[in-house]
């Protein structure tokens, strides 16, 4: 599965954006998408989970962006999106979004991994 993010750029402090990410299945038939995630990584910082969605809709927010981010989801065309309000400098970071990926294969197990995109640069001006 291709993951491709898209959205990022240039704002300043109290500003919005929104970020979006296409997983692209090889064969519908086969390759199932599950929860999807976005994560941010500051150079020199490990990466961190920034919010993730199920299929089902559930979803989960890291402490520093609850009530400022907002994760959605489209099943139907496996994408995601974060809408980013109150943006502050402490969020510029490169922004990747995840797959989770049931492949199932014949004669044996599913295989199961996460694929991530390339990433997006956010960049947030005092």
């Known amino acids: 599965v291709q993951v491709v993010e898209s959205g990022g750029g240039l704002v300043q402090a109290g500003g919005s954006l929104r970020l979006s990410c296409a997983a692209s299945?090889?064969?519908?038939?086969?390759?199932?998408?599950?929860?999807m995630a976005w994560y941010r990584q500051i150079p020199g910082n490990q990466r961190e989970m920034v919010a993730s969605i199920t299929v089902g809709g559930t979803t989960n927010y890291a402490d520093a962006v609850k009530g400022r981010f907002t994760i959605t989801r489209d099943n139907a065309k496996s994408t995601i999106h974060l809408q980013m309000n109150s943006l502050e400098p402490e969020d510029t970071a490169v922004y990747y979004c995840t797959a989770d990926v049931t492949t199932l294969l014949f004669g044996g197990p599913p295989d199961e991994y996460t694929s991530w995109g390339q990433g997006t640069q956010v960049t947030v001006s005092s």
């Open positions: 299945p090889i064969d519908r038939r086969m390759d199932n998408i599950n929860m």
